[in-house]
């Protein structure tokens, strides 16, 4: 499997796209959201294959001194990032209520929440260290004046931001769309970051319900308002499980801003060490 440059960035661009869609469960709905995470796997797996040889080379001569320090932060981050994917994605088959429908909540729920917010965190890292690369990749392979393809991507930028501020200011005014979970309409990383850290306490309200066999549809059924309704004999309640483009766009602007703008401020601290850096190897 052969890439150049430009075709791996193009290619980790669209696994970035549907990454941000697969952190949005609420605008996706379930099945919808189970789908995209397989094919962000299969994103995944092909972004392993056509890295191997860096993977291997510098896992091979990780405790060499040969390797400078910023590489071995490069490799480690990736290591974590790769954890971090393995216990969402495996923690994603055990709570899955449609594509294999183990639908184990209790342990599993909180792990696939917590992971995610911290994958986040390391992916926004990752991609402000290869932030060099890219820019010099962009330069070199895309047949515009560079000046013309920063103001497209300052562009872009401003329009993700101002989706993900209105994302993040609407889910705090309008009430919850799911009357079970207390989800917000709108996805936003905020969102996953409190809902996180209220997980670590342990199980939240619904799944302990379910977990104890009050959660049917009876006892529903008491706490539920007009438009709402049960599927599956009670294993999935709220309001209907109904795509939303436009409430997903919003979501998925949000993450990807925030990613964006997190791998920006990585990108600036990184192009400054390195500067720093180089006076003292020429001096050596």
């Known amino acids: 499997m052969k890439f150049n440059y430009l075709s791996k960035i193009l290619f980790d661009l669209i696994m970035l796209v549907l990454l941000a869609a697969v952190y949005c469960a609420q605008p996706t709905t379930i099945p919808v959201h189970e789908y995209i995470g397989l094919a962000v796997y299969i994103f995944f797996i092909i972004h392993l294959i056509y890295n191997y040889k860096w993977i291997i ?38 709570i899955s209520h449609v594509i294999f429908k183990f639908n184990r909540m209790s342990v599993w729920r909180p792990l696939h929440s917590i992971a995610s917010a911290i994958s986040i965190i390391l992916l926004a890292i990752h991609i402000g260290l290869h932030g060099k690369m890219i820019i010099n990749t962009v ?17 872009v930028f ?3 931001l101002s989706c993900g501020i209105y994302g993040d200011i609407i ?8 009357q079970v979970t207390g989800r917000p309409r709108y996805e936003t990383v ?24 009050s959660d049917t549809p009876e006892y529903v059924r008491g706490r539920m308002t007009e438009g709402d309704s049960v599927i599956n004999g009670g294993e999935r309640q709220g309001p209907p499980n109904v795509f939303s483009v436009n409430t997903l766009l919003i979501s998925v602007s949000n993450y990807m801003a925030v990613i ?22 020429v001096a050596e």
């Not at 905020?190 to 066999?213: C, D, K, T």
């Open 190 to 213: 905020l969102a996953l970051f409190q809902r996180s850290i209220n997980l670590l306490s342990g199980p939240p309200e619904y799944v302990r319900n379910r977990m104890a066999g």
């Open 171 to 178: 889910s705090k005014i309008q009430p919850s769309q799911n």
């Open 260 to 281: 964006l703008l997190c791998s920006i401020i990585v990108f600036i601290i990184d192009s400054r060490i390195r500067k720093k850096a180089r006076p003292l190897s």
């Open 139 to 155: 330069k070199t392979k895309v047949k515009l004046p560079f000046i013309a393809t920063k103001i497209i991507a300052l562009v």
């Open 57 to 94: 080379n510098v896992g091979k001569k990780f405790f060499d001194k040969t390797v400078g320090k910023r590489i071995k932060v490069m490799y480690s981050i990736d290591l974590l990032l790769v954890v971090a994917f393995i216990l969402i994605g495996f923690s994603g088959v055990m």
């Open 158 to 160: 401003i329009i993700m």
